[in-house]
């Protein structure tokens, strides 16, 4: 089973700060796709950024950046020049386009509770 | 472009009431999800629907019910339901190829008494 972890459940930073959200996840698959996920207490989910598996580059999007490690399962994510409206939970996710048929659903982690103070 | 559409934003339930929430999407997708999201646990898929007529359990599917109407609209019943279905619900679509993740409703928080 594919499985994603996020072991912070809550983390905290200063307004304008950087900070590192942690994620790995578990998979047998080569051709897959990783996700953040943004949750602010609006409650809607609005995606943040994406890496394909196969792309060795980090996905950037303005101030948000992911730090990729293909074989340690790892995909971490870091917002620099942090903004009060950054608070929110972030969700690790995860999908998988299987070769042999099967249908792709996306597995998200249980989230990381980021506040930013001022 | 209004997205997915979830309809009601809140409910309250009694024990054993039934009730389904309703989902719309109009971008022409093909493939459509149920989640639930309970503190401590993320979102975790009741039933997904990947095209016009189909339909699967997810990780959660006991209690729940689903109906892919057509390409727009995937409901989802609670036929009796119990203080553990006390939730926020949330629709998704998405291409066939999800590799660009899902859009998402704005939930559904279902609080059954």
């Known amino acids: 089973a594919q499985t994603v972890t996020q072991s912070q459940p809550e983390m905290s930073v200063q307004e304008a700060e950087t900070v590192t959200l942690s994620c790995t996840y578990d998979?047998?698959?080569?051709?897959?796709?990783l996700f953040w996920y943004k949750q602010p207490p609006s409650r809607q989910m609005i995606l943040v950024i994406r890496q394909e598996a196969y792309k060795q580059q980090n996905a950037t999007e303005n101030r948000f950046s992911v730090n990729f490690q293909k074989a340690a399962k790892s995909f971490s994510l870091k917002i620099s020049d942090s903004q009060l409206g950054d608070t929110a939970m972030y969700f690790c996710?995860?999908?998988?386009?299987?070769?042999?048929?099967?249908?792709?659903?996306?597995?998200f982690g249980k989230g990381t509770k980021l506040t930013v103070n001022p | 472009n209004a997205g997915v559409t979830q309809t009601p934003k809140f409910q309250v339930l009694k024990t054993g009431q039934s009730m389904t929430l309703q989902c719309a999407q109009d971008?022409?997708?093909?493939?459509m999800y149920w989640y639930r999201q309970d503190p401590g646990m993320g979102l975790r898929l009741i039933y997904y629907s990947a095209s016009e007529g189909t339909t699967d359990k997810g990780e959660v599917p006991n209690g729940y019910n689903v109906s892919r109407l057509n390409k727009r609209e995937f409901s989802l019943r609670l036929e009796s339901a119990a203080p553990s279905q006390t939730s926020v619900y949330f629709c998704?679509?998405?291409?066939?190829?999800?590799?660009?993740?899902?859009?998402f409703g704005s939930g559904t928080r279902l609080t059954v008494v």
């Open positions: 971008m022409n997708h093909n493939s």
């Open positions: 998979t047998s698959e080569n051709n897959y796709y």
């Open positions: 996710a995860f999908i998988s386009l299987p070769t042999q048929g099967g249908s792709e659903k996306l597995v």
């Open positions: 998704a679509s998405s291409l066939d190829r999800a590799n660009y993740g899902y859009t």
